[in-house]
Structures are given as structure tokens and as C-alpha cells.
Nanobody, 127 residues
């Protein structure tokens, strides 16, 4: 049984950083994609960042992707079965519930391609 557990959310001031973590159990991360999504109140869930793992020690070009609004501020990286989202220069519009997701193969930011989801962690950015 696949289980994704997010942590690291909280309340910060605009401009401050925050790092989210997602630990996956029962999931084979090799040759598959993990991602972060977010959903703000009253809005649809949107893809934030994805990372594709090419197997131990195998470099994969363009293995990450980001939605335009976070490019240059957020970085997704992975250590085996844990994926992180480093969020810098946070803005009030980044306030949302952040969800970790996992799916098979190489995937993009379309939420419907992901079959495993965590419970979410709240990020609140005040101005």
C-alpha cells in the first residue's frame, strides 16, 4: 500500500523560505514521477512542480518541471523515496494546501495522471 506523508508547512512572512517534505512508503520511486500540487480556497488544484527519477545514479535531462508562477523561486528535489519542495521568496499568493502526489512513468503537471496522494500540508504566507 502506497502512503505519502507531507510535512514542513507553516505560516511565514512574505519573502521568507519554507521547505516541504514528502516521504513515500510502499512506492517504487525509480522510473516514476513525484510531484507537488496546491489548492487555495475557492480555487482548483494546480500543479506546482514535478520530478522524474531515472533510477539510481542515472541522470535524466529535463527531469523537473514547474508551473510558471514558481519558476526561479521553488526547487523540487528528491532523495530516493523522499521528495522536497524548497520554496524561496514566498508570496501571499502561494498560500494554499500543498499536496504530494506520485504516479507511474514520466508525468507532467496534470493532476489526473497521479494515482497516489498525501493528505496535504498548509502553507500560509502573510504580507
Amino acid at each position: 500500500q502506497v502512503r505519502l506523508v507531507e510535512s514542513g508547512g507553516g505560516s511565514v512572512q512574505a519573502g521568507e523560505p519554507l521547505r516541504l517534505s514528502c516521504a513515500a512508503s510502499g512506492y517504487d520511486y525509480k522510473w516514476n514521477t513525484m510531484a507537488w500540487f496546491r489548492q487555495a480556497p475557492g480555487k482548483e488544484r494546480e500543479g506546482v512542480a514535478t520530478i522524474y527519477d531515472g533510477g539510481d545514479g542515472i541522470y535524466v535531462a529535463d527531469s523537473t518541471s514547474y508551473t510558471d508562477s514558481v519558476k526561479g523561486r521553488f526547487t523540487i528535489f528528491q532523495a530516493k523515496n523522499t521528495v522536497y519542495l524548497q520554496m524561496n521568496s514566498l508570496k501571499p499568493e502561494d498560500t494554499a494546501m500543498y499536496y504530494c502526489a506520485a504516479g507511474s512513468g514520466r508525468l507532467g503537471l496534470n493532476q489526473w495522471n497521479y494515482i497516489h496522494w498525501g493528505q496535504g500540508t498548509q502553507v500560509t504566507v502573510s504580507s
